[in-house]
């Protein structure tokens, strides 16, 4: 039912009482997830546009110039509840959902990436939820032919009631090709194409803004959309053809709320009206009524609109890949959302009421309590224990065994694959794209602002250390009840802190999705805050980027970047049961700086190796990088004024490793930021001496301590 005050409203904007049938429409369309309610004006803050940026957010993806006449569509999506409920249809319809975001834009998907947030695997619900996601995810973008090119996989106990599931999609095209979702002209037809219309998925999008509660599994099975990869590859296909043959004048995935959700938005944004006729939507199951044919998220849907004389022409391409497809309706000047079934008006809404009239506001907001004072806990004796302890975490430990289930290499184009700080692809010739998405909640939780700050020079070094620049960020923002005010205190000052990192470095926010009320009632807890992001950088030197391994004898090893006694939401302290104590990282106010330096010292030529420094510390970097050769590595510069154990685990932001056999040309590349030359490559075994402290790992234990996620889940 609608809420009392939305009611209300309605009524008087139309003048009368809404039917059961309306009512279903505005209750899914003005839903936070549709209408971003709560959230709509603080992502305002964000800087979108940008010399680049072609498209910015509001369409089903954004565009960005790549060079050439060739552009990028980027896009980003959740797919939480559907995932905690059903873990496998509800990851793979996420998959599904973004890649369909993309071809409504007339561009082919060409990668995909998947930051996902669990539970402990200490418990079978957490394992489960593990591994079906991940099987879903992989089962659906292996089978529509679209690598999963990069992800990340974290892991903390408020997850354990709503794990996440998000999802970034890049997909290439002509600029000239590109079509958007805005209407066109009165009197073009709309046409229905792809899988049948059932009851699956009914009130996915008022489903998706509410808590989740311990019967959510039995109780919203029906608004879980089920997925037919085989389905969505045919219908990439048959779309990429109807507009690149000029037919689709505008066209729209049915994603949250269903066909009402797409034909009204599409009509919407052009300033004119719809007519549907429900009787022609072709139906999975018998008896359907107009509230379920309007509101069903039924996958692999999309909706084109085409003038009249060329509608057969359409359903012809829609025959040839074996898809449905029907003509549903016809834009209008008349500005109302107008549904017929039966010979009977079902629906008669004044349009901009149901796609843009849902009133949006700030909520209250308050800071969390002053926490109660802490002390730095004793350094272990044992340090060599505690790098292993860290290395071999689930949070750090190698994703091996996840991303060994995804087709990465599909398409031909990825040249760096997972488990890299970022994916890199060709698009042509020696030019191509730097992937990286993500985030550490941890710090968010600590530091909301700086968090959100953190993640995206987070990922922006990861981009850096393969030699490129940021292109544009799309973001998935996951919070609890925005009706809390703590939580919403969160969820503004990590948008903030966002707005400003991504506004400092010069990527602009091209789009993304805003996920909230990800909380249980059976575990009584919210997420953490979560604030994760996809971004896109560019590389005009495929070929020459360099390793994330040391693999050069003799290379001299130069740390980028200052640490700092940061260690609050570190791994480290939340393995010595201190995860949310101590001061968690800030960006440093030459942040930026130091990201283009490392970008410049690349760009040379004359790096062999490249690591930036993050989640674990330096330390961790360091064994990373001696998977295959070891180093000999003198950290008593940068322990100074710090203890052993703060200069090993401290996660720091905007820090770099480099290897180069020319280190007077990268000290040149790094003139005017702080760096450290900290040892040379070689050996078998990685040592470390910090002032008066050694440690030796051979290389094979760093690669048992690394692989404990991989060993778990082959047990």
């Known amino acids: 039912m609608l809420p009392e005050n939305d009611f209300k409203l309605i009524t008087e904007e139309m003048g009368r009482e809404p039917n059961i049938v309306e009512q279903g429409c505005f209750l899914n369309l003005w839903s936070e997830h549709c209408s971003y309610r709560s959230s709509g004006p603080l992502l305002k803050t964000f800087t979108t546009t940008g010399e680049k940026v072609i498209i910015g957010p509001g369409d089903d993806a954004a565009i960005v110039d790549f060079e050439d006449g060739w552009v990028l569509a980027i896009g980003m999506e959740s797919h939480n509840h559907p995932s905690y409920v059903d873990p496998h249809n509800g990851a793979a319809t996420g998959v599904g959902g973004i890649v369909r975001d993309i071809i409504s834009m007339g561009a082919r998907p060409i990668a995909l990436m998947d930051p996902l947030y669990f539970g402990p695997l200490n418990t079978p619900k957490n394992l489960y939820l593990f591994e079906h996601i991940i099987e879903g995810i992989a089962s659906y973008g292996n089978c529509i032919g679209v690598p999963v090119v990069r992800g990340e996989a974290f892991f903390d106990e408020t997850y354990s009631g709503n794990p996440l599931v998000n999802v970034a999609c890049i997909g290439l095209a002509r600029k000239d090709s590109i079509v958007t979702a805005k209407a066109q002209q009165a009197g073009n037809k709309m046409i229905l194409m792809g899988s049948t219309t059932g009851r699956d998925g009914l009130g996915g999008a008022s489903f998706a803004s509410r808590d989740l509660s311990e019967s959510s599994e039995a109780e919203d099975r029906p608004s879980i959309q089920i997925g037919d990869p085989f389905t969505e590859k045919l219908l990439i ?74 509608v057969e022409a359409v359903l012809a391409i829609a025959k040839k890949y074996d898809l449905n497809a029907s003509m549903i309706g016809e834009l209008t000047e008349r500005p109302y959302y107008t549904v017929d079934f039966k010979g009977e008006t079902v629906v008669d809404i004044p349009i901009k009421l149901l796609a843009e009239g849902a009133p949006t506001c700030e909520m209250p907001a308050s800071s969390p309590a002053e926490k109660i004072s802490w002390e730095k806990p004793e350094m272990p004796a044992d340090l060599k224990r505690s790098l292993v302890e860290v290395l071999s975490s689930h949070n750090v430990a190698s994703k091996e065994w996840i991303y060994r289930q995804y087709d990465h290499e599909v398409q031909i184009r990825t040249t760096v694959k997972p488990g890299d700080d970022a994916s890199v692809l060709r698009i042509e010739g020696d030019r191509g794209i730097i992937l990286s998405c993500g985030c550490n909640p941890r710090h968010t939780m600590i530091d909301p602002y700086q968090g959100g700050k953190g993640t995206v020079y987070e990922n922006a070094m990861n981009i850096a250390v393969k030699g490129g620049k940021g292109l544009a960020l799309v973001d998935c923002l996951n919070f609890g009840n925005p009706e809390r005010p703590e939580i919403y205190w969160y969820f503004k000052q990590a948008i903030l802190g966002l707005g400003d990192g991504s506004r400092e470095l010069g990527i602009p926010v091209v789009g993304g999705n805003v996920s909230l009320y990800n909380e249980s009632d059976e575990f009584d807890t919210a997420i953490l805050p979560t604030p994760s992001i996809g971004v896109v950088g560019t590389t005009n030197n495929v070929a020459g980027t360099p390793l994330s391994l040391f693999a050069n004898e003799g290379d001299t090893i130069i740390l980028v970047g200052e640490t700092q006694d940061e260690l609050g939401g570190s791994e480290y302290y939340s393995l010595m049961g201190k995860k949310m104590d101590g001061i968690a990282p800030k960006v440093p106010e030459n942040g930026t700086k130091i990201v283009d330096s490392v970008i410049k010292a690349v760009s040379t030529g004359k790096v062999t190796s490249s690591h930036d420094v993050s989640l674990g510390g330096l330390g961790i970097a360091l064994c990373e990088m001696c998977t295959c050769m070891g180093a000999n590595v003198d950290l008593s510069k940068v322990c100074e004024g710090l203890r052993a154990d703060d200069a090993l685990f401290s996660e720091s932001y905007v820090r770099a490793i480099l290897a180069t056999s020319e280190p007077k040309a990268i000290e040149e590349a790094l003139r005017g930021v702080t760096y450290t030359i900290i040892g040379t490559v070689g050996g078998d075994s990685l040592k470390i001496g910090l002032d008066e402290i050694s440690i030796e790992l051979s290389v094979s234990e760093i690669n048992i301590a690394r692989s404990s996620l991989t060993r778990q889940m082959m047990e």
């Open 237 to 310: 296909e048959a779309t990429l053809e109807v507009v690149g043959a000029g037919y689709a004048k505008a066209c729209r995935d049915l994603g949250a709320a269903g066909l009402a959700g797409a034909s009204s938005e599409m009509a919407s944004k052009g300033d004119l009206g719809m007519h549907i006729i429900a009787d022609n939507v072709i139906l999975r199951e018998k008896g359907m009524i107009p509230y379920e044919i309007l509101i069903a998220e039924s996958q692999e849907r999309m909706l084109f609109e085409v003038e009249p004389q060329n």
